[in-house]
Each structure stands twice: as structure tokens, then as C-alpha cells.
């Protein structure tokens, strides 16, 4: 059965490949735009997207004339498929897509385009994603009806901070990052750092991982989150570091932790399901959460 599966995923690959070219002959930008999307995007479920497929797709997407097509066509392809191989993909290649080490044209549709959610509503319409085609497409099931969540909560974090800077704990791009955070008011960066709890609690609701099948896919996902769990991490706390500042020091104009105290318990709770990401970056998450206890509440 599998291997008839895997037959069958390759065919529709070669028809998909032939019909991409003879629509896009005309257009010889989009059809290698639209070429590179589905060789990174087959229904091989054994491998994640192949880097070389998906670094030719990320291409397009730092162009501002070609951006808005990358996404839509990201989107449409996985708007159009039930198997979980091609939609597991297509989020992963969206996910690299909306990284800031990826795409330097990002505020162009970050801010202006919802690529999931508009509204409170699901765009892509995959809440009950579900393939039984597989065992490997059944454990995929769940992942892809939370990564799209997980996307949208990314998005979103993006808009609300306004950026996410590429930088360590200890970096001069820390101090940078201080000095700008400090010139907000206080409840806008209660504001924030709550958002960004929000976006650890997401990632909180992540699907067990598979126990009976290795699924190299679902590796990619938890890589490719661990990453932004990372450079979220310094930014939650040059925040906590700055209101814990106003905390102590009265004379600042801010006294009160009414708002701060249930944001800090919300991120406290989100602990131990991120101890699965710990092993990557030991010193900076112990100094994470060291920090966070030390804050009045």
C-alpha cells in the first residue's frame, strides 16, 4: 500500500509539473516560480521540502513585485490539496516565507496581507485537515491544523512588535533594543509582552510527537519553531527587564503590577511544555526564566 501510495504521489507530481508549464508558458517568471513551488511541495511524506526547491521559492518572495504572487501561490496550493505530505510543505515553505532572515520585503504584506485569518475567520478553511491515507499522513493531520494556527500567531506577533531583530542575550543589538523598548508607555509594553505570551502559548499547543512513526516532516516544523522560540525569547525579556525596572523605581511612574501580575502567571505556565527546546540554547533559557522569577508581581 505504501508503496503504491508513493507511485501514485509521483504521478500527480509529473501532471502537475506538465500542466504548470504549458499554463505558465507564456509567463516565464511565474512558471518557474510556480515549477519551483510544486518540486518542493511533493507528496513524498519520508522528507521535508528540499532546501534547494524551497531557497528558489524564497526567492521570488524578497521581491516586492513578486511577493503577493509567492504567497498566493503558496496558498492556493495548499488551499487546493487534501494530502497532508503537499500541505505539511506548502505551511513550511509560508513559514520561511514570513522569517525575517528570509524575506526583507516582509513588512510589504506582513503588515497589510492576512494570510490566514481575517476577521476572526479561517481563510484557508483546514480546521478539520484530516488525511487516513497513511499512517505518516495521519500523524501529519493534527500537526497541519495547528501549524496553521501557529502561523497566523506568528504573523500577528510580527505586526505587533513591529519587528524582530536578529540578535543574542548579551549583543550590542540588545541594548539597541532596550533603549527603543523604553520609550514606550507602560501599558503598551504590558500590551506586548502579553502578545508574545500568547504566541509561547501557542506553541505550547502543539501536537504530541509521533511515538510509533519517525516523521521527518514533523522534525522540520519543531525546528523551524524552536528557531522562533529563540529570537522571541531576548525580546520578551528586554521587556520584563524594563517594566521590572518601573516596578522598582516608583519615581518612574509606574507602581502597580495589576496588569504585569496575570501576564507573568500565563508565562510561567508555559514552562514546562517548553522544556522540549531547552537542549538548543541552555544558558539563554535558564537566564530566560531566572529573570522572569526575579520580577515583582
Keep these: 500500500m505504501a508503496k503504491l501510495k508513493s507511485l501514485i504521489g509521483k504521478l500527480k507530481d509529473k501532471a502537475s509539473e506538465g500542466k504548470a508549464g504549458m499554463v505558465h508558458a507564456l509567463r516565464p517568471n511565474t512558471r518557474s516560480l510556480h515549477l519551483a513551488l510544486l518540486k518542493s511541495t511533493t507528496h513524498n511524506c519520508t522528507k521535508p521540502p528540499a532546501d534547494d526547491c524551497v531557497a528558489a521559492v524564497i526567492s521570488y518572495s524578497g521581491s516586492r513585485r513578486y511577493a503577493p504572487a509567492t504567497v498566493s501561490a503558496v496558498l492556493s496550493r495548499l488551499q487546493d490539496t487534501r494530502d497532508a505530505c503537499v500541505a505539511a510543505k506548502s505551511l513550511i515553505i509560508l513559514h520561511k516565507i514570513i522569517k525575517p532572515d528570509h524575506n526583507l520585503n516582509r513588512e510589504f504584506y506582513i503588515k497589510d ?6 476577521e476572526g475567520r479561517n481563510n484557508l478553511k483546514i480546521n478539520n485537515f484530516r488525511d487516513h491515507s497513511s499512517h505518516l499522513t495521519l500523524e501529519l493531520s493534527p500537526w497541519i491544523r495547528w501549524y496553521v ?26 541594548a539597541v533594543e532596550k533603549n527603543r523598548v523604553s520609550s514606550y508607555k507602560t501599558g503598551y509594553l504590558v500590551h506586548q509582552t502579553g502578545f508574545v505570551v500568547s504566541f509561547f502559548e501557542c506553541i505550547c499547543q502543539r501536537p504530541e510527537n509521533p511515538a510509533l512513526y519517525q516523521n521527518k516532516i514533523v522534525d522540520g516544523i519543531r525546528e523551524l519553531v524552536a528557531q522562533d522560540y ?7 525579556m528586554v521587556r520584563l527587564e524594563v517594566l521590572n525596572e518601573r516596578l522598582t523605581k516608583p519615581d518612574l511612574g509606574y507602581t502597580g503590577s495589576d496588569e504585569l501580575g496575570p501576564v507573568l502567571v500565563r508565562l510561567e505556565q508555559t514552562k514546562e511544555k517548553m522544556i522540549g527546546f531547552s537542549w538548543r540554547c541552555k544558558v539563554l533559557v535558564e537566564d530566560f526564566w531566572f529573570r522572569g522569577k526575579g520580577i515583582e508581581r
Excluded at 529563540?230 to 520578551?236: A, D, I, K, R, Y
Design 230 to 236: 529563540f529570537s522571541v525569547m531576548p525580546l520578551v
Design 149 to 174: 494556527r501557529y502561523l497566523d500567531c506568528l504573523s500577528s506577533a510580527y505586526r505587533v512588535l513591529g519587528y524582530f531583530p536578529n540578535f543574542t542575550s548579551y549583543s550590542k543589538e540588545r
Design 113 to 118: 496581507h492576512h494570510f490566514i485569518y481575517s
